[in-house]
């Protein structure tokens, strides 16, 4: 769709315009002209919003969509538009679905079901078979089908010698290994954080050394054999730490940090909402800030909204019971401002790129003359409770519900497609 885009301040800090409030030409999906009151000699068609702000394309290093097999909970189809009218661009799919994402045919199935959608989706491979922690999967096969990392979501390797083993076999194709942290042993039965709230609500407790534990052992392993790690949505403040000692010595190593993980604490368990109960589980205060300062000093490389729908007969139960996960599409940015300046929040919602995708980022994708045309739509201003009536995923399963939110998405231009919600 040729557009012009009115009116739009820039923010991009790889970009000669950044801070500045321009018109954007878009031809076939290049921009072609960037300018203050440009003709429209074509009748192209055009997008004048309020206070519109404009940047990079958002990228979601975490969302789970349910197909094949949990199409009740969302399918590919409506979470890939669900994900544009939340800002973003691209996603990477994890392999969580029935059957795990764990071959070839899988890898090339779930990118047939993205054909043709302005959302680009980059799947993720399963690490082990079936996600069983056992067999290593068909690692060099995904890659070649279009996998970008191989990783089981939310489900920790215990067993270190296959970690070291895919570690050192992923490095003869530049392969991505995404290692997830929570010592089963150590966590046992545990729901919630361990802390004053989970001992006075009666909850069994997941220590923060459930993380860091793990953590600790994955970046021992790394160190011995090299290549390149990744460790998804951390959650206390020695992780960061831990994290920050590594990259000093020189690892290849980056994290992300879930939204939720930073705007939200235990204390939101009081009412044992099963919509709050995620994993890792929410942490205290002195963690949240320390996951802030993380992504202030840039020990934190990226932020996902860890988007994991469940049908309401998997959260509407027994607080132990329930099913970890919450959405978080929908909600990701105006959550973010209410505790993040909004440069930062761009920088660390476009940064998961340069990881998982090297390919679209970085200055491909600057919002500059001559390139493709890859741009996330929004006001960052203006304050509001986030609402059912704001949810778009077929699940309901949002941890922010009844939460203020600062903002608003209008949508995404990609693909040389336009999606306003």
Same mark, same amino acid.
């Given at each position: 769709m040729n557009t012009i885009i009115r009116e739009a301040k820039i923010i991009d800090a790889e970009s000669p315009f950044h801070n500045q409030t321009v018109d954007v030409l878009i031809v076939e999906g290049i921009i072609q002209k960037i300018g203050t009151s440009l003709p429209n000699t074509d009748n192209f068609h055009e997008v004048? *919003?309020?206070?519109?702000?404009?940047?990079q394309g958002w990228f979601d290093s975490s969302v789970s969509l349910g197909e094949p097999g949990f199409e009740d909970c969302e399918n590919i189809a409506n979470g890939l538009n669900v994900a544009a009218k939340s800002g973003f661009t691209a996603i990477a799919l994890q392999p969580n679905s029935n059957p795990i994402i764990d071959n070839q045919s899988q890898i090339n199935f779930v990118k047939s079901k993205a054909n043709g959608f302005a959302t680009e989706l980059f799947p993720i491979g399963a690490l082990t078979k079936a996600? !069983?922690?056992?067999?290593?999967?068909? *690692?060099?096969?995904?890659?070649?089908?279009?996998?970008?990392?191989?990783g089981d979501y939310n489900k920790s390797l215990d067993n270190a010698n296959l970690l070291k083993i895919a570690l050192q076999y992923v490095q003869d194709f530049d392969g991505l290994v995404i290692a997830f942290a929570q010592d089963s042993n150590i966590k046992g039965n545990g729901v919630a954080n361990e802390g004053a709230v989970?001992?006075?609500?009666? *909850?069994?407790?997941?220590?923060?050394?459930? !993380?860091?534990?793990?953590?600790a052992r994955n970046l021992f392993l790394l160190e011995y054999t090299g290549g390149k790690l990744h460790i998804p949505t951390i959650s206390t403040a020695k992780s960061v730490e831990l994290i920050k000692e590594a990259k000093a010595k020189g690892l290849n190593i980056t994290c992300s940090v879930a939204v939720h993980h930073l705007v939200l604490t235990d204390e939101k368990l009081e009412n044992f909402d099963t919509r709050c109960k995620v994993s890792p589980p929410l942490r205290t205060e002195t963690d949240r800030q320390a996951l802030l300062n993380g992504i202030l000093d840039n020990t934190i490389d990226m932020i996902t909204t860890d988007h994991n729908p469940i049908d309401i007969e998997h959260k509407k139960m027994e607080f132990d019971l329930a099913k970890d996960g919450t959405i978080g599409l929908e909600s990701a940015f105006g959550a973010l401002l209410t505790v993040l300046p909004l440069?930062?929040?761009? !920088?660390?919602?476009?940064?998961?790129?340069a990881t998982f995708c090297p390919e679209i980022s970085g200055e491909s994708q600057t919002i500059a003359e001559g390139k493709t045309a890859n741009i996330s739509l929004f006001n960052p201003e203006g304050q509001r409770i986030f609402t059912a009536e704001n949810i778009l995923s077929k699940s309901k399963n949002s941890a922010f519900l009844g939460t203020e939110i600062q903002g608003k998405v209008y949508g995404i231009f990609n693909q040389g497609k336009l999606v306003l919600g």
């Open positions: 004048k *919003l309020d206070n519109l702000h404009i940047s996600s !069983e922690g056992k067999d290593m999967a068909e *690692l060099f096969d995904m890659k070649n089908a279009g996998a970008i990392a191989f989970s001992t006075r609500l009666g *909850l069994k407790g997941i220590p923060n050394l459930a !993380e860091e534990l793990q953590i440069e930062k929040v761009i !920088e660390k919602l476009t940064a998961g790129k």
